[in-house]
């Protein structure tokens, strides 16, 4: 079955570094598109970063371009989200999803897991 398991969530200072970590299977990893979503409370889903299945483009929300990378290990079936110089308002739930790149299957979300920026 799909699955898509998430770690490296926890507590992080302001200004502070955290690795987000995706493992995938049950699907082709390569051929699909892999992205970091956050969601607080009270508020849309957002989507933070995406890298893309062939050429590994890569695309940033404005609040956290130059603080967050995103990459994928094909190899390892793993995408990344590397937190740089932690803000307050980067707290949330974050959320790893993969879609295909042609759109052929339903898209996969991961169970989420918390993030808190904090002193």
């Known amino acids: 079955q799909v699955q898509l398991v998430e770690s490296g969530g926890g507590l992080v200072q302001p200004g502070g570094s955290l690795t987000l970590s995706c493992a995938a299977s049950?699907?082709?990893?390569?051929?699909?598109?892999m992205s970091w979503y956050r969601q607080v409370p009270g508020k849309e889903r957002e989507m933070v970063a995406r890298?893309?299945?062939?050429?590994?483009?890569?695309y940033y929300a404005d609040s956290v371009k130059g603080r967050f990378t995103i990459s994928r290990d094909n190899a390892k079936s793993t995408v990344y989200l590397q937190m740089n110089s932690a803000k307050l308002e980067d707290t949330a739930v974050y959320y790893c999803?993969?879609?295909?790149?042609?759109?052929?299957?339903?898209?996969?979300w991961g169970q989420g897991t918390q993030v808190t920026v904090s002193s």
């Open positions: 049950g699907f082709t990893f390569s051929s699909h598109h």
């Open positions: 890298i893309t299945a062939i050429n590994k483009d890569t």
């Open positions: 999803n993969a879609v295909r790149f042609d759109l052929r299957d339903r898209g996969y």
